[in-house]
């Protein structure tokens, strides 16, 4: 069906850095942005980005991953993805503790983000489960992309 599918983005999607660290160092979760990039507005809070920087520093050199090309991937990766500063997530921070308290508090920022935006978390970490906001992990969030 030619045009059926719309330039727009009519979806949400929060990401976590667990997330990004993924589409950095394998192909299937950049290849699921990449796919949706047209439909989807991606979302990632600052503190998740900051977070992603530090753990992938850490991790790449044990790959055999050169800075310049971890960050060069996450540099590319992020023309897709829209970042959201701390000032903006103030107006539900208290609410996104409150809610994440129980299981990990510095998970605040993602979960604010998914409240602030009204949209679910791609994540891989179970600590957004119970929070009141839909979480997809890469095993299921093609079916979340592509619906």
């Given amino acids: 069906r030619p045009g059926a599918r719309s330039t727009m983005q009519h979806k949400r999607l929060v ?18 942005m990449v796919a ?21 520093a850490e991790l790449a050199p044990r790959r055999g991953i050169a800075e310049p090309v ?21 107006l539900v921070e208290s609410e996104a503790r409150a809610r994440i308290a129980q299981r990990d508090e510095r998970d605040w920022p993602g979960l604010a983000a998914a409240l602030l935006l009204q949209c679910p978390i791609w994540t891989e970490d179970q600590d957004f489960f119970g929070t009141g906001v839909p979480t997809w992990t890469t095993a299921t969030v093609h079916l979340y992309l592509t619906a």
């Fill in 15 to 32: 990401i976590d850095a667990n997330i990004l660290i993924r589409a950095v160092f394998g192909n299937r979760v950049r290849e699921l």
């Fill in 36 to 56: 949706a990039s047209e439909e989807v507005a991606f979302y990632v809070a600052e503190a998740n980005y900051q977070e992603a920087c530090h753990y992938l």
């Fill in 70 to 90: 971890w960050q060069a991937a996450l540099e590319t990766l992020m023309t897709a993805v829209q970042l959201i500063g701390h000032e903006e997530l103030e």
